[in-house]
């Protein structure tokens, strides 16, 4: 089949490439007569417009434009010209010419010079005289243009039957091709009848069991919707008690906590509580020591009174020389006497206080035992705290294996449904597949017999 093809090709591209080649060669030789058109055109012009500028002259009249065409032209016509769009022709005959032309301007143009500075008869009938040669030297130059431009106009002609020969071969060439390729196609078409009969039945059964297979499918989707239903439902659940298990295992975090912050507090109860003691048992020595001065104070308040009291009898002895020392010695007894009573009263608060530091004391030593018993109770309920949390941590941990495992078990389940699904689209895929095939092998069948017969 790819040989046929490559032949269509060849034969497309041979179309094309001798399509191409008439169409360059035909508009060559289009350009080539137009140019040719154009510089026997010109070359006319030369001829007309000297025979134009002679009469001009002889009138006087000005010729600075003429002379500048004739120029470009002259030049364009030996060398060629894109602004008048003229070729560099190689004919030899028309180039001789034109050298020729070129030449005797030059002379023209001298004359012309000579006859505008000396208007004689001599120079007059001198430029007449180059006018008439001039004249008969264009025409040669124009009758060659011409035959040049025959000679091409023939050479289109001759090209143009080549390739009209040309053409009836690369014909003839794709004829015989067509007909290699008609006897190919005809055996190809009639292994292509016989095939498609057979692949037809093939396919038949194939459909049958591609159905049988959609149905098993299709059922045991059902069964693992169903299983993936199941394994999400007990998922759900596991991860639910995970989250039970992980709030009691933050409230047992936060009784821990609790208790650790209670176990604190009692220990530095603790502390203070023997503190106070200590503070208690100073307070004890230090109220001692108030009640030894305070005793001290009331001896010598006895001691001060006694003093002044013989002072006083001493200056009642003296007479009017005492009475000064006398009314010291009052005073005297008198601060004596309320010094005796503060230190009385010092003794009765010393006496106050020390009943009271023993009450303190005796109660203070009853909470030092309630305290080391509450930390006792608080060091158990820490232990017993930290069992649960260990406790709850292995459920949560348990928990979350499970949910994990079960998590994994319903992406292995989705995965087997997915595929599951994909096989069941892919058979009813392949269902339709096998039924489209089956009608297009009809058609193609019905193709082949239809090319069978254009064959």
Not at 39 to 56: D, E, F, H
Not at 182 to 203: C, D, M
Not at 241 to 256: D, I, M, P, Y
Request: glycine share 4%.
């Amino acid at each position: 089949m790819n040989n046929v093809i490559n032949q269509l090709r060849l034969a497309i591209i041979m179309l094309a490439v001798f399509a191409i080649f008439n169409l360059v060669a035909i508009y060559r030789q289009i350009d080539s007569m137009s140019s040719d058109s154009r510089i026997v055109n010109y070359a006319g012009i030369v001829r007309g417009k000297t025979q134009r500028l002679m009469k001009l002259e002889l009138s006087s009249q000005d010729t600075g434009s003429i002379i500048s065409e004739l120029d470009q032209i002259i030049k364009g016509l030996i060398d060629g010209d894109e602004e008048l769009k003229l070729v560099n022709v190689r004919d030899r005959d028309f180039q001789s010419n034109m050298q020729k032309i070129e030449q005797d301007w030059d002379k023209i143009k001298l004359t012309l010079k000579d006859l505008r500075s000396n208007p004689s008869d001599q120079n007059q009938e001198r430029i007449i005289k180059q006018s008439e040669d001039y004249w008969d030297l264009t025409n040669a130059t124009v009758s060659s243009a011409e035959d040049f431009a025959k000679r091409h106009v023939q050479n289109s002609k001759n090209l143009a039957i080549i390739l009209f020969f040309a053409n009836l071969v690369v014909l003839a060439a794709i004829w015989k091709l067509s007909q290699n390729i008609k006897l190919r196609l005809k055996k190809t078409v009639n292994i292509l009848a016989s095939s498609s009969s057979e692949i037809s039945t093939t396919l038949e059964e194939q459909e049958r069991v591609a159905s049988q297979q959609a149905t098993s499918v299709n059922e045991i989707t059902t069964t693992m919707d169903e299983l993936e239903a199941s394994s999400r439902q007990s998922a759900e659940q596991a991860k639910a008690a995970v989250t039970a298990a992980q709030r009691a295992l933050k409230l047992t975090e936060g009784g821990t906590e609790a208790v650790g912050e209670t176990l604190d507090g009692m220990y530095t109860l603790e502390d203070k509580v023997g503190a106070i003691a200590e503070q208690i048992v100073r307070l004890s020595e230090q109220a001692n020591q108030i009640g030894s001065i305070s005793q001290l104070v009331s001896d010598l308040a006895n001691k001060t009174n006694m003093l002044a009291l013989n002072s006083s009898v001493e200056a009642v002895r003296a007479g009017e020389h005492g009475k000064g020392f006398s009314v010291v010695a009052n005073e005297i007894r008198k601060l004596a006497d309320q010094s005796q009573q503060s230190a009385d009263k010092i003794g009765l608060l010393v006496s106050e206080i020390q009943s009271a530091i023993n009450s303190t004391v005796m109660v203070t030593d009853e909470g030092t035992k309630t305290v080391t018993a509450g930390v006792k109770v608080a060091q158990k309920t820490n232990e017993a705290f930290a069992g649960v949390a260990d406790a709850v941590d292995k459920v949560v941990l348990n928990n979350q294996q499970i949910s994990l495992n079960l998590k994994q078990q319903v992406d292995a389940i989705q995965q087997v449904v997915q595929a599951m699904d994909t096989i069941n689209k892919g058979a009813k895929e392949t269902a339709n597949g096998i039924n489209q095939t089956k009608v297009g092998t009809q058609q193609l069948n019905e193709s082949a017999l239809d090319l069978k017969q254009m064959v």
